[in-house]
């Protein structure tokens, strides 16, 4: 965006909200919010609006503050339609998925992302965790932290794995599973 109009403007002006409703919870009918460099600046009522470079209405509808994911598994979306399981239990929809999970690839985790970070910002949604935690090849949580980048979303990855496999008793497959010391960043164990 160019120079604000003023020193008193804002880039980004959202206001005729049907309501809108602050962190505290306070709900203002006909609010509006006020965006300096992709960061809120400032809340208000109706009539108190500052100069902005470019205003969008939100007449009819409600805003709020982003929401925040705090737990998910973005690449399952690639497999949340396989006819084959729809119906079935969670341990039968586990088991026959590690299979399929175990060959995902950089690409497969780098478009699960952006296809997830999509529907979570379509939803409301600013800032998401994912718990990554299938690994049979090497960098995919960078394919995840990629795709969040390119987006501009928000994103936390969290580094899991799976140590027992169905050999052990476990449910993944072999080729999904990581010993403690692979799993664990050599930071941590050093402390």
Known sequence: MGATLSPDGVELLVKDAE??????????????????????????RPGSEPLADEVVSARGSLVTPGLINTHHHIYQNLTRSFAP?????????????????????????YVSTVVGLTELAL?????????????????????????????????????????????????????????DDESTPISSRDS
Not at 85 to 109: G, P, Q
């Open 123 to 179: 939803g409301g949604c600013t800032t998401t965790t994912d718990h990554l935690y299938v690994h049979p090849r090497p960098n995919l949580i960078d394919a995840e932290i990629n795709a969040a980048s390119d987006l501009g979303f928000r994103f936390h990855p969290t580094r899991g794995s799976m140590s027992l496999s169905l050999k052990d008793g476990g449910l993944p497959p072999d080729d999904v599973v990581q010993d």
């Open 85 to 109: 399981i729809i119906n079935a239990s969670f341990w039968e929809w586990l088991t026959t998925l590690y299979k399929i999970w175990s060959r995902i690839d950089e690409e497969a985790v």
């Open 19 to 44: 309501v809108l409703v602050t962190m505290t919870g306070e709900e203002i009918p006909g609010g509006w919010v006020a965006i300096n460099g992709g960061l809120v600046s400032a809340v208000g």
